[in-house]
């Protein structure tokens, strides 16, 4: 009986409780849906021709924005996203075929120029134009071991000589010894590569003006004392 009692009473408190709040002309508690908006853009080309089939990541830079989006440029080069939530953004256009020379992500490495946009209750349909920056070079090559020539995985990086803390990017050679980075066109920059056992190696690469993608080819020397490591 006395359990009997305690469920009853329970049942009367839930009742209570919102004609209490009522009657003290509380607001209600509603759920607001997330302050979204949308953001339409137009991509070309360095010669103002839009710019088709090209994959754009719309990064969030600020705390209330979205992390990250995926669109795509259509035929006449326009994307469209909505459903963003307010906040500031980044554009960063690339293409992920092969052979691109437009490389994804922000890093600084690559001199990006990328277009921003802010969402918010001002300006809740933003509108943009990008441009693509001027294609990027390709170095690459093979990591071998210098006394038997056979091919090296090895952990690779390379950063500009006139700003080495900032703009940096790693990367690495395949198990086959070849490797394949993207390079900003009109930069000094060093490259280096390390593999256990060997030596590591570094070398300084002019800047690239005349447009021709650089091959280096690495030949680790391996290490003469085992405690070396």
Not at 173 to 198: F, H, M, N, Q
């Amino acid at each position: 009986m006395r359990e009997h009692r305690i469920i009853i009473l329970a049942k009367r408190l839930l009742i209570v409780v919102p004609l209490l709040a009522t009657s003290l002309g509380l607001p209600a508690q509603e759920a607001r849906p997330p302050a979204t908006g949308s953001v339409e853009g137009l991509l070309v080309d360095r010669d103002g021709k839009p710019a088709s089939g090209f994959d754009i990541w719309v990064i969030g830079t600020s705390q209330t924005s979205d992390y990250k989006v995926d669109l795509r440029s259509n035929e006449k080069g326009r994307f469209f996203a909505k459903g963003l939530h307010f906040g500031s953004y980044v554009l960063s256009p690339f293409l992920g075929t092969e052979d691109s020379r437009y490389p994804p992500g922000t890093g600084a490495f690559f001199d990006k120029h990328l277009a921003r946009f802010t969402i918010s209750p001002g300006n809740p349909a933003a509108t943009v134009k990008v441009q693509l920056e001027p294609p990027a070079l390709i170095i690459s090559g093979i990591v071998t071991d210098r006394v038997s020539g056979t091919p090296l995985a090895a952990e690779m990086e390379m950063w500009q000589t006139d700003d080495p803390q900032y703009k940096w990017v790693k990367f690495g050679s395949a198990s086959t010894g070849k490797y394949r980075c993207w390079l900003p066109a009109g930069k000094a920059i060093v490259l280096r590569a390390s593999a256990e056992g060997y030596r590591d190696f570094e070398t300084t690469i002019p800047a690239v003006t005349n447009g021709v993608d650089p091959v280096v080819d690495i030949a680790m020397v391996p290490k003469k004392d085992a405690k070396e490591h």
